[in-house]
């Protein structure tokens, strides 16, 4: 009796280790950060619930399609293969999974979690006038307060848009701001419900570090650094008496490399440099032929300053 015992108990260690060694163990949970500047020019109050728009939309269709996966079999489809071609069924498994379960949550959770959060912020009396409700100026802010509309309007316009990135739920993502829209009484398709970049744009291409020599693109108005420190608290310019009141910055671009900061004399020079060439282009874009008659394109003139089409003065 007690050998048959053991056997048994020996029987189902084996079926156990077999189990386990079907299932294989799940990939280290990754790091995700968003890198994009929309949401620092939403009012403080709102910024919270797109960061918990973007983690349901991003990370629970592909946490749980990830779970989901050891018991799909390998190729993710239930058929069998090797090779490229095994993995490439896996994938796309997957990606339909992630589809399937983004859609739903669309439709559902989502739909009816921002629509009682819209329903709440709209009942508050004077919304706009609460500091946490009112929008930050920021380096590349430039739409006007009629542009801006609501805070709540701004909130819709910016997860639509980040949402409609993604080509397979546009459908889904349509039907979402059909339903906000409804919530904030705007047309669909008047001027307020389009979405404008709250964000402009100045860059300056491969920025050198006199330190280390490491290259990178700087953008002056999207800057996630500058943002950052900006967003933190009272960091507004000031101006310097010890420096003939010049105006002093509360942040230093640095390098990613070596974290020394760049030679603001020379990032001046170069903005300076840019802005010449851009008013350069719009003046010679208004000359005009005195023999043609016609409008001179900036890469028409000639070396003496003459039209390319037929050699007239411009």
């Excluded at 349901?56 to 050891?70: E, K, N, Q």
């Excluded at 959770?109 to 500091?131: D, F, G, K, M, Q």
């Excluded at 059909?178 to 744009?201: C, N, Y």
Aim: glycine share 6%; net charge negative.
């Amino acid at each position: 009796g007690g050998k048959e015992e053991e056997e048994k108990e020996e029987g189902g260690k084996e079926e156990e280790e077999e189990d386990e060694e079907e299932v294989e163990p799940l990939p280290p949970m990754p790091m995700s950060k968003l890198m994009f500047c929309i949401r620092d020019y939403l009012p403080s109050a709102l910024r919270e619930e797109m960061d918990m728009l973007m983690a349901d939309v991003i990370f629970i269709p592909w946490s749980r399609t990830r779970t989901a996966l050891p018991y799909m079999g390998k190729t993710g489809s239930g058929v069998s293969g090797s090779g490229d071609s095994e993995l490439d069924v896996s994938i796309s498994a997957e990606e339909e999974a992630e589809v399937r379960v983004l859609r739903d949550r669309l439709a559902g959770p989502i739909t009816r979690r921002l629509t009682a959060r819209l329903s709440s912020w709209i009942s508050i009396p004077n919304l706009s006038s609460r500091p946490e409700f009112q929008f930050p100026h920021l380096p590349g802010s430039y739409l006007t307060p009629q542009e801006l509309g609501s805070p709540p309007l701004a909130f819709v316009r910016a997860a639509c848009h980040l949402l409609s990135l993604d080509a397979r739920v546009r459908e889904e993502v349509s039907a979402l701001r059909r339903q906000l829209l409804r919530v904030l009484k705007v047309s669909e398709h008047g001027v307020a419900a389009e979405f404008r970049d709250p964000a402009a744009s100045i860059s300056l291409h491969d920025v050198v570090c006199d330190s280390c020599f490491d290259a990178r693109d700087l953008d002056f108005c999207r800057d996630p650094e500058m943002l950052e420190v900006l967003l933190e608290g009272d960091k507004t310019p000031t101006l310097d008496p010890s420096n003939n009141n010049s105006l002093q910055l509360p942040f230093l671009w640095c390098c990613h490399g070596c974290r020394k900061p760049y030679r603001r004399a020379v990032l001046e020079r170069r903005l300076m440099e840019s802005l010449k060439t851009e008013v350069d282009e719009f003046q010679k874009q208004d000359l005009v032929c005195q023999k043609c008659n016609q409008t001179v394109a900036a890469g028409q003139l000639l070396a003496c300053g003459g039209c390319a089409q037929c050699g007239g003065g411009a």
